[in-house]
């Protein structure tokens, strides 16, 4: 169902109620297939809905395909800026260094605001962030990316944004201390918790009618 009938964008495979446009959620976690699996549900859009993302560790064939695992037919609803691996035509481009934050904030928004002459409602996301903060000197700089390129594009747009950290990763800095800092930019706060094979558990805060935790599966 479309934004633009009140009703949120919609994760049934979550288990999550729909989520208002403009909400952005931290997604953090350790386990690094788990925080995957459920970055992909949030992120796949639905049939009247388009998704961009940022993929710093997969090409662009593996995002869609995963996306398509999470959602038939969500593979085909989405533009792609990879890291890695070729481009593939329009929708999936590449970027050639991760480091250099104002060439990737351009592209990124580039692929947004194509999306968003497109339809009305759109998700996006970066999988994952932890890996750019690993490439640059000055965490802080991924602040200003993300509030610039990322955070207020979700605002003005009404989109669903989801920007995935593992901090199991090497950041070069306590990642702790950084996802503390990361959250109040964020309206949500989701925690993955792997408990056994394709299940875990998520420690939400910040969505309406979901601030608990609530058990998923694959």
């Not at 446009?21 to 931290?26: A, D, E, K, M, N």
């Not at 759109?122 to 509030?147: H, K, P, Q, W």
């Amino acid at each position: 169902m479309s934004l633009t009938t009140g009703s949120g964008f919609t994760v049934d495979s979550l288990g999550l109620d729909p989520i208002d446009g403009g909400t952005s959620i931290l997604l953090t976690g350790e386990d690094s297939d788990a925080l995957e699996a459920v970055f992909y549900r949030l992120t796949a859009p639905r049939d009247d809905e388009m998704a961009v993302l940022l993929a710093t560790d997969a090409d662009g064939r593996s995002v869609k395909q995963a996306l398509g695992r999470a959602e038939r037919g969500a593979d085909d609803r989405t533009a792609v800026l990879t890291c890695t691996g070729p481009a593939q035509g329009d929708d999936v481009r590449t970027v050639d260094d991760v480091s250099d934050l104002t060439g990737l904030g351009m592209q990124f928004s580039t692929l947004l605001a194509e999306a968003t002459g497109d339809v009305d409602d759109f998700r996006a996301g970066i999988l994952l962030c932890s890996t750019i903060m690993g490439e640059v000197e000055d965490t802080r700089s991924v602040y200003r990316f993300l509030n610039s390129n990322f955070l207020s594009e979700l605002r003005r747009s009404k989109a669903l944004g989801v920007c995935a950290v593992d901090t199991s990763a090497d950041i070069g800095s306590d990642v702790n201390s950084t996802i503390t800092g990361m959250k109040t930019s964020f309206s949500a706060h989701v925690e993955v918790e792997s408990t056994g094979r394709n299940r875990a558990t998520l420690d939400v805060s910040g969505l309406s009618g979901d601030d608990d935790t609530v058990d998923v599966s694959w």
